[in-house]
C-alpha cells in the first residue's frame, strides 16, 4: 500500500497536467521547482520543505539522466533515474514528480502552468528559467533560501577522494 502511494505520485506530463486541472478547480496553489536531485541530501530536504511551503501542493520536474550528464558531466548521474524519482516521490511534502528531458524545464513549465515557480540559491526571479511564463499569468516567482555546505558534486568529490586514499 505504500509503495503504490509513493509510485502514484509519478507522472508523465499528460498525467500531470490532469492532475494540475483537478488542483486548480479546488482552488490548490500549484508550486514548481526542478533540479537534478542526484543524491538526496540534508539541503535539498530543507529547500523542498520551503518550496512546499509556499503553495497547496509541490510538483518536482526532475532532470532526465541524459540531462544530467550534459550539465554535470559523464559520471553523473549517480543513481538512475528509478531510484531518484521513487527517492523524491517518497518524501511527503512532494505531490508530484515528473521528468524533463530538455536542458530547461521551460516547456513544461508552459505546459502545466503552475501558480508558484520556486528555485533555490543565487537565482534572482528574473533569472529563473520560466518566470516569464508564470509572472504573465498573474502568479508568483521566489528564490529560496540557499542550505551553505551541502552539494552533490561536493559529496562526489568526497566519494572520489576517499576511493583514491583506498587505492
Same mark, same amino acid.
Given at each position: ?8 505520485? /509519478? #507522472?508523465?506530463? @499528460?498525467?500531470?497536467?490532469? *492532475? ?9 496553489? &500549484?508550486? %514548481? ?44 548521474? /549517480? #543513481?538512475?533515474? @528509478?531510484?531518484?524519482?521513487? *527517492? ?9 514528480? &515528473?521528468? %524533463? ?67
Amino acid at each position: 500500500m505504500k509503495w503504490k502511494a509513493i509510485s502514484s505520485k /509519478i #507522472h508523465d506530463w @499528460e498525467s500531470l497536467r490532469e *492532475l494540475r486541472q483537478t488542483w486548480k478547480i479546488t482552488g490548490n496553489q &500549484v508550486v %514548481f521547482t526542478n533540479g537534478c536531485f542526484d543524491i538526496l541530501h540534508y539541503g535539498h530536504i530543507q529547500y523542498l520543505a520551503q518550496a512546499a511551503e509556499q503553495g497547496d501542493r509541490l510538483i518536482v520536474a526532475m532532470n532526465s539522466a541524459r540531462s544530467i550528464s550534459a550539465l554535470k558531466g559523464p559520471n553523473r548521474p /549517480i #543513481h538512475a533515474d @528509478e531510484t531518484r524519482f521513487h *527517492l523524491m516521490a517518497a518524501l511527503q511534502f512532494v505531490d508530484a514528480v &515528473v521528468e %524533463f528531458d530538455q536542458d530547461t524545464p521551460y516547456e513544461l513549465i508552459q505546459f502545466i502552468q503552475p501558480d508558484v515557480l520556486v528555485k533555490g540559491g543565487d537565482w534572482k526571479a528574473d533569472q529563473i528559467v520560466g518566470s516569464d511564463i508564470v509572472l504573465r499569468a498573474g502568479g508568483t516567482v521566489k528564490s529560496l533560501k540557499f542550505v551553505d555546505g551541502y552539494s552533490t558534486t561536493s559529496i562526489e568529490q568526497k566519494i572520489i577522494k576517499s576511493a583514491q586514499k583506498h587505492d
